[in-house]
């Protein structure tokens, strides 16, 4: 496995493949790698020639009072898992390599209307970091296909709609979630749980399936659901941020005749947010 930390000599390698007529594919993380990441590297695989896999812990994605300095940083380790599994390409730059300028004079991707709802209203510049964040990772590798987990589902939604409304020509595929036994959605952030905490944590994907069983039972009354669902949720020693059911296509609220949904929560526990989501057809 190649290990790269320069814009120069990432695209001196991806134009070397690109000569060869290779297909490429990227792989954005933040890095302390789990299995829901070795699942998008394994589905990259199978999708292109090459694979990319970036490791940046983004700081413009993190707001004030957030774990940017104490966020896992396992460079190691997770090399030690990319190269296991083929991984052709680990890009690995510091902050100053991705963004040239201070972060107050840097241009900023955002995406409107659909950043602001959700996660983006609880974390306000969260998404416009994302989205600027892969945006330059986009132009940096140039790939031919990018690959990001569901379990970000509003994540996801938000950088299809930038490469979309930016004209760049990159194939983007959603990965399902990877759980764990217990139906936890794997995340870097389940290290921050204690063992008490880890024993609460599956009610989040419990809330999720209830729901989701009453929706197709013919429960109508959405906001009743959602409500309840919360209360669940503190039952169990969480402190919900969210718990909404949208219309899976634009994050909306649904009509009765919309039959694609979503349910999205997000809820603290401890020292950890844990989002999680489920869609179904009614």
């Not at 994302?130 to 990001?148: E, G, R």
């Not at 880890?198 to 429960?219: F, M």
């Not at 941020?241 to 609220?253: M, T």
Request: aromatic content about 6%; hydrophobic content about 45%; overall charge negative.
């Amino acid at each position: 496995m190649i290990t790269e930390a320069t814009i120069e000599g990432l695209r001196a390698q991806v134009a070397d493949w690109r000569a060869e007529g290779r297909r490429v594919a990227l792989v954005p993380t933040m890095g302390n790698l789990h299995a829901g990441h070795v699942q998008l590297v394994k589905q990259a695989r199978t999708v292109a020639d090459r694979v990319v896999v970036s490791i940046f812990v983004n700081p413009m994605q993190f707001g004030e009072g957030e774990d940017f300095d104490s966020y896992p940083r396992t460079m190691e380790a997770d090399g030690e898992k990319l190269a296991a599994e083929g991984t052709d390409l680990l890009f690995a730059p510091g902050v100053a390599e991705v963004y040239r300028r201070p972060q107050a004079e840097q241009t900023v991707v955002e995406v409107p209307g659909l950043s602001a709802i959700l996660c983006g209203a609880s974390r306000p510049g969260h998404f416009a970091g994302v989205a600027t964040v892969v945006c330059k990772l986009f132009n940096m590798v140039q790939p031919d296909v990018a690959l990001f987990g569901e379990k970000d589902f509003q994540q996801l939604m938000v950088i299809r709609r930038m490469a979309e409304d930016l004209e760049i020509p990159v194939e983007i595929i959603g990965v399902a979630t990877v759980r764990e036994a217990d139906g936890l959605a794997m995340s870097s952030r389940n290290g921050y749980l204690d063992a008490d905490e880890r024993l609460r944590a599956p009610a989040v994907y419990r809330s999720l399936q209830e729901t989701s069983e009453r929706i197709r039972d013919g429960a109508g009354d959405l906001g009743q659901l959602e409500a309840r669902a919360r209360q669940q949720l503190e039952a169990a020693g969480l402190r919900p941020d969210y718990f909404h059911i949208r219309r899976a296509s634009d994050l909306q609220p649904p009509t009765d005749q919309d039959r694609e949904l979503v349910i999205l929560v997000a809820a603290y526990l401890g020292g950890a947010r844990l989002i999680d989501n489920l869609t179904l057809t009614r």
